[in-house]
């Protein structure tokens, strides 16, 4: 082995799969994204896996063209909390926006899912690109990047503020003296910041895993900049190897340039495999996925994504010549840099484009029999581009099925992945240490109990 260790994995389920055509397919149920027992179903596979943790997605608005695919999109934190209850292992992390939720509720929100699932919660912490969004809060425009950004950070300061702000020992519970929490182990954050004023603390104690792990997922400069400071786990996207290891080598150095462990920010870069007993069954899956697309759908999703207007793509021909440069988009920035350089390295027209988003919207699609996915993964492992994986199944229960029963008994013969859960929470999962309380870290050795 060159690189030691094992991996992390993680399921990002999307209602019936990852692919916008799946809901087509004769195996799916177009209803599923607001039936709870399919989910209930995922977790269980997932778990049955031994996988690190399952996630959500999330966007405050309608997230495409209803005629494109299942729309309904559950909210995360509470339909992960009919998943703690389904489960006992598998870590469960939502996503949330720092641009449309305020502090007190959310942390609150994720503090509640921490508590009830025993320590398994964790937060994508996104700031939510799309104006239809801004729309639905009072905006007429799209907050820039840069204050997106910078308000992400205040919102988070503010949020380990009140995930900290009971002592973990804060508890007495002394029914002989009539006392059950001691006031003086109570820190009210008293935050006033340039977006957010919070003066009391949470009405939570702290969890089992002290507090939620928290995720993003946004690699433009300014993502980076946020993930290495703040973020214990990062999703991203990447077509090629050499992409993926420059990211990891680049975040892993901007989180020690901020005094951090880089072992303690995992890297999980998406993955959208396509299994198949042989190489081209796999191959006929995706060409069947491929010919359920309806391009138009694509066309017009891609069109705002590149800050063009949709008469401006054509599908039989190339992306254009003149497209929005990165630092002019507002929106999406690493995914508009990613989707052009996929489309201009290999030459693609945009209705070839189109076909190659289908299945992951950026991430890598990979088609293969079980023992070639095992090996990629475990390529990009050992070559210094991953700690572990997004597994984006194209078609959902199915390609989880196919992925836990196939491909990680393959990874675990190996060495490469747990048989077992050894730990609880999903800290633990992921080998993060539990964090310290702030403040109790930072208060004066006297005061200290
Ligand atoms: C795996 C993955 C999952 C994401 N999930 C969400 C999501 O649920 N909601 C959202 O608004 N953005 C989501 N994003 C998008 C990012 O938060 C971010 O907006 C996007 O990657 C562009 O970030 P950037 O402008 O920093 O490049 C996701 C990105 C990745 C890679």
Known sequence: MTRPGQLHLNAFLMSVGHHEAA???PE????????VEHFKNLARIAER???????LADVPVIFDQVGRRPSGILEPTVLLTALAGATQHIGLIATASTTYNEPYNLARRFASLDIVSGGRAGWNIVTTAGLDSARNFNLDALPTHRDRYERAAEFVDVSVKLWDSWDDDAIVADKETGVWGDQDRIYPPAHQGRYYSVAGALNLPRSAQGRPVLVQAGSSENGRNFAAKYAEAVFTAHQTLSD??????DLKRRAAEHGRDPDHVKILPGIVPLIGATESEARELEAELERLIRPEYALTQLADLLGVDPGELSLDAPLPANLPEEEQIEGAKSRRT???NLGRREGLTVRELIGRLGGGRGHLTFAGTPVQVADKLEHWYESGAADGFNIMAPVLPSGLAAFVDQVVPILQERGRFRTEYTGHTLREHYALPRPANTNTATRPPALLR
Not at 28 to 35: E, I, V
Not at 49 to 55: A, E, I, M, T, V
């Open 23 to 25: 809901w087509r397919l």
């Open 28 to 35: 799916s149920d177009p209803y599923a994204d607001l039936n």
């Open 49 to 55: 896996g031994k996988l690190d943790s399952l996630f």
């Open 244 to 249: 993926a290891q420059a990211f990891y080598d």
């Open 338 to 340: 990613l989707i052009v």
